[in-house]
């Protein structure tokens, strides 16, 4: 499939930095596809964006869309040559136009006679029809949000540049409109590159994500792939609460305080020290006057609580359980592995591979 | 491989369209040539003679420095207590005194001088008052001191205030700030408050306009030609009008220009030493509850609303109804002809405002968007701003001497004057009404497919009109009030409101000066109210 946008060793390095903001990246967008750029601020993600709409040059490498040069070797075609919408964190939506005046700006390519048209469906299709005539300060947040997708996707371009469209809106607001974006953009076709720091938003709305830190792709592939086999410790930690287990091979199998493992394929080295990635779905500890884990915190979280244990090793890790299943801080429990798919393990930064484990045991609570 | 390192000079992905740069360049020649020619002509002037005697020299610096520094300091005392009490504490009638704090704006300060001149010189009005009711005898009271240093400081500190309260009633309308409410809390006292979180927060604001003041006092002819303390300005008019020493003239110049150019520098310096910390949430004022101080700040306020509205105002007035005697009725204009003089003053400073606003656009953009290359054309684009009025009148006539005479007709000289001496004025304000602009909007527009110049024009003009007018009224109000370029460039038969008032004036007929000042005051309310629409929006 042919990409629709794709980055090759685009770096960006300002003159005033001390390092490259975007080191030699290497990207790939597909028709229709939601890519999420996802990292922690500093990451490089909304520069990576601002190149790609032509707000920023690459000091080197080459950006193409739909298979034309758009940045390459000294030459850079600018913003309005590019055919990219783009959704601003503050939606900046022209204050002093009616809402159906910031679309029809978007039309100005188009025929007359169409633009009203177009100008109509755009509202429908992100459902605000009848306030065309309102002006920007007259609109909620999620209002404006929402013209501010409009005015970009009116004049259906290939693709969709959002920069952190969710941070402006309340919490509660935040689902429904991430499932309404997603509805938007499938019906509209459009291939969409979203900037965030939410992990949680990442991983409902997206196709694919990459994973950026210091300016650097980490990793790319599917949420679940990112959630569930990470590849660095720093992606395992950034997707979601992860604690590690030190483990070693031992008479035949990967042992760890919580329990043993077998390995998946071959160990590199049988030597060393490895650490299994644990989430916290992954264990289950019941009361166990001979345990191997006392509580050390506890924290309410409505439908359950959240615990932390102290292993003999003085390692800490976080476990959960429903708010019905009550342990008090001090309490003495046994913690094992529960789950019965593969655990990644890592050396040092890098993972090295998966391993099962072999007794996994769920707490049968009365 | 780095892109080309000229895009990046010149402002990057910001960068304005040629159209922009061509117009803008434009604008810095014509503005900096007389600038230039007057530096050569001085530093061509050859022999001794043509300098004054040093003692008088070192008079003339003295008189300058210390009328400058003085009215800025004075000025700013007015300016941030008037910004104190009228936002940060619990006055009554607030709309009122706001309005009355700016009005100054619309008072020439010749006008004040010819007030003050009519009714405190020796012999004035009130002199002749108060031995007419046998409480003095003539000569009782030192009224001559009100000649020289102390008058026109007094005159200038007073006309000048509303360049520093502006700015600073703005920055303290912006709302409660954090660091006074930690005070309080901590149980800051509210002086200690005052001198350790307020002034710093209008810190920027107020030397800003201190500067300004400072700039217009160095540049000031009417006042202390008026009041008769010997600057360069004075010195500078004396020489070109009184024994035609062009070359003496611009030698004068130099040093004018040398101290303004500093002063241009240091308020550079101080702009960029980050500003005052604007709260984004609404939160309501911290105002000072004033209790039995109410009587004592409505009293200040009205004391100095009285010395620099009330006093030029009712004297103005006064003449205005007095029975005049033959040989003042011959230096008088009939009302009708008054009206036309008036008429025509203000459409041509209208246009002129006009023009020069249309000029400050370009250099303006290039100002923030233009990278290293663009600021250095606005900022020569400026050089009218080390040129005092008497001095940019001055180099257009060596220019136009020297065989510019296409420069010589009519009018010409004169909107060219008024142009490079304001149009660094222009410039200034223009910037800060586009500074109030988002980025994300220009990128947006540009995202969506526009050019940069339909982005200017459709998007960045309409949201920067409010800021335009006030720029304009300002602008306008400069305008009208000038005085030495006028006097010197204006074509026989061309007369401005501002001539009217100094031709009788100059000779000591101040009641002939009164109905000319009262329809200029008039003509700059007007304006005033735009400046103050812009400033309360």
């Given at each position: 499939m042919e990409a629709v946008v794709s980055l090759t060793k685009v770096t960006r390095q300002p003159a005033t930095a001390s390092h490259a903001i975007v080191n030699a990246l290497d990207l790939a967008l597909y028709p229709g596809e939601i890519l999420v750029l996802l990292g922690p601020s500093g990451s490089g993600k909304t520069t990576t964006l601002r190149l790609i709409a032509g707000l920023e040059i690459p000091d080197s490498g080459e950006i193409t869309i739909r298979g034309m040069s758009a940045a390459s070797r000294g030459k850079s075609l600018p913003p309005e040559a590019r055919r990219v919408g783009m959704v601003f964190q503050d939606y900046a939506l022209f204050p002093h136009m009616s809402v159906n005046d910031n679309i029809r700006f978007a039309l100005h390519a188009f025929p007359k006679h169409e633009q009203a048209t177009r100008v109509n469906e755009a509202l429908r299709l992100v459902g605000l029809n009848g306030l065309g005539e309102r002006l920007p300060h007259q609109l909620s947040g999620g209002q404006q949000q929402r013209v501010a997708i409009a005015r970009a996707l009116a004049p259906e371009p290939p693709v969709i540049l959002l920069d952190e469209p969710f941070s402006n809106l309340d919490t509660a607001l935040r689902d429904h409109v991430r499932s309404e974006l997603r509805g938007i953009l499938r019906s509209a076709r459009t291939a969409a590159i979203i900037v965030t720091h939410d992990q949680a938003e990442a991983l409902a709305i997206a196709d694919r994500i990459a994973l950026l830190h210091e300016g650097i792709l980490h990793q790319i592939g599917t949420p679940e792939e990112l959630f569930a086999q990470p590849r660095t410790r720093f992606a395992a930690a950034f997707m979601g609460q992860a604690d590690f287990v030190d483990a070693r091979w031992q008479d035949g199998a990967l042992r760890c305080e919580l329990g043993d493992l077998a390995p998946v394929g071959a160990l590199s080295d049988l030597t060393s020290t490895y650490q299994i990635l644990i989430r916290y779905d992954d264990i289950d500890f019941t009361h166990a006057e001979s345990g191997n884990a006392t509580i050390v915190e506890r924290t309410y979280e409505g439908p359950q609580y959240h615990y932390r244990l102290q292993l003999a090793s003085g390692h800490i890790i976080n476990a959960k359980q429903r708010h019905d299943r009550l342990y008090g801080v001090g309490d003495r429990v046994q913690v094992n592995h529960a789950a019965t798919h593969p655990l990644v393990y890592f050396s040092g930064e890098h993972a090295h591979g998966t391993a099962v484990p072999l007794t996994p045991q769920r707490y049968d609570h009365a | 491989m780095r892109i080309d390192s000229l895009q990046q000079l010149t402002g990057g992905t910001r960068r304005p369209p040629s159209l922009v740069w061509v117009f803008a360049i434009g604008v810095a020649v014509v503005t900096l040539i007389p600038a230039i020619y007057t530096v050569i002509r001085a530093l061509g002037a050859s022999g001794t003679s043509v300098l004054p005697p040093w003692p008088l020299f070192l008079q003339l610096v003295t008189n300058t420095v210390l009328l400058a520094v003085a009215s800025a300091i004075l000025s700013g005392v007015i300016g941030v207590t008037q910004a104190l009490l009228i936002e940060r504490s619990q006055l009554w009638g607030r709309t009122v005194w706001r309005i009355v704090a700016a009005l100054p704006l619309a008072i020439p300060p010749y006008v004040l001088s010819i007030c003050m001149l009519a009714l405190l010189r020796p012999r004035g009005l009130?002199?002749?008052?108060?031995?007419?009711?046998?409480?003095?005898?003539?000569?009782?009271?030192?009224?001559?001191?009100?000649?020289?240093?102390?008058?026109?400081?007094?005159?200038?500190?007073?006309?000048?205030?509303?360049?520093?309260?502006?700015?600073?009633?703005?920055?303290?309308?912006?709302?409660?700030?954090?660091?006074?409410?930690?005070?309080?809390?901590?149980?800051?006292?509210?002086?200690?408050?005052?001198?350790?979180?307020?002034?710093?927060?209008?810190?920027?604001?107020?030397?800003?306009?201190?500067?300004?003041?400072?700039?217009?006092?160095?540049?000031?002819?009417?006042?202390?030609?008026?009041?008769?303390?010997?600057?360069?300005?004075?010195?500078?008019?004396?020489?070109?009008?009184?024994?035609?020493?062009?070359?003496?003239?611009?030698?004068?110049?130099?040093?004018?220009?040398?101290?303004t150019l500093g002063l241009i520098v240091l308020e550079e310096w101080l702009a960029g030493r980050g500003g005052a910390q604007i709260n984004r949430s609404w939160r309501p004022r911290l105002v000072r509850q004033l209790g039995w101080w109410q009587a004592g700040a409505q009293l200040l306020l009205g004391t100095l609303s009285v010395i620099a509205l009330v006093a030029p105002l009712g004297t103005l007035l006064y003449w205005s109804w007095l029975p005049l005697s033959p040989s003042e009725q011959a230096s008088l204009i009939a009302w009708p002809k008054l009206i036309s003089i008036g008429a025509n003053n203000i459409a041509f400073v209208a246009l002129v405002a006009t023009l020069t606003t249309v000029l400050a656009i370009t250099p303006?953009?290039?100002?923030?968007?233009?990278?290293?290359?663009?600021?250095?054309?606005?900022?020569?684009?400026?050089?009218?701003?080390?040129?005092?009025?008497?001095?940019?009148?001055?180099?257009?006539?060596?220019?136009?001497?020297?065989?510019?005479?296409?420069?010589?007709?009519?009018?010409?000289?004169?909107?060219?004057?008024?142009?490079?001496?304001?149009?660094?004025?222009?410039?200034?304000?223009?910037?800060?009404?586009?500074?109030?602009?988002?980025?994300?909007?220009?990128?947006?527009?540009?995202?969506?497919?526009?050019?940069?110049?339909?982005?200017?024009?459709?998007?960045?003009?309409?949201?920067?009109?409010?800021?335009?007018?006030?720029?304009?009224?300002?602008?306008?109000?400069?305008?009208?009030?000038?005085?030495?370029?006028?006097?010197?460039?204006?074509?026989?038969?061309?007369?401005?409101?501002?001539?009217?008032?100094?031709?009788?004036?100059?000779?000591?007929?101040y009641t002939a000066a009164a109905a000319p000042a009262l329809l200029l005051i008039v003509g700059a309310l007007v304006p005033v109210a735009l400046v103050l629409r812009n400033q309360y929006r």
């Open positions: - | 009130v002199e002749r008052w108060l031995v007419e009711r046998e409480l003095v005898a003539f000569g009782d009271i030192p009224f001559a001191a009100i000649f020289g240093l102390p008058g026109s400081t007094i005159v200038l500190a007073f006309c000048l205030s509303p360049y520093i309260y502006l700015p600073v009633a703005a920055v303290l309308r912006q709302g409660s700030n954090h660091l006074s409410e930690i005070a309080q809390i901590s149980g800051a006292s509210t002086w200690y408050r005052l001198r350790h979180v307020t002034l710093p927060l209008i810190a920027p604001a107020a030397g800003g306009g201190m500067l300004l003041v400072m700039l217009y006092a160095l540049a000031d002819f009417g006042v202390p030609a008026l009041l008769r303390l010997p600057t360069f300005s004075t010195a500078i008019y004396g020489r070109f009008t009184g024994q035609i020493d062009r070359e003496g003239a611009a030698l004068l110049s130099l040093p004018l220009i040398v101290a303006a953009l290039l100002l923030r968007r233009g990278g290293k290359i663009g600021v250095v054309v606005a900022r020569l684009s400026q050089a009218g701003y080390a040129l005092p009025g008497v001095v940019v009148a001055l180099s257009i006539v060596l220019l136009v001497n020297q065989g510019a005479v296409w420069l010589a007709g009519g009018l010409v000289p004169l909107v060219l004057a008024y142009i490079i001496r304001f149009l660094p004025q222009a410039v200034q304000s223009l910037d800060a009404a586009f500074e109030q602009i988002a980025p994300s909007i220009e990128e947006v527009g540009r995202s969506l497919g526009q050019s940069a110049l339909r982005v200017l024009y459709r998007i960045v003009m309409p949201l920067a009109a409010p800021g335009l007018r006030a720029s304009w009224a300002l602008l306008f109000l400069s305008m009208l009030k000038e005085l030495p370029a006028t006097l010197l460039l204006r074509p026989a038969g061309f007369d401005t409101l501002a001539v009217r008032i100094w031709m009788p004036a100059s000779d000591g007929f």
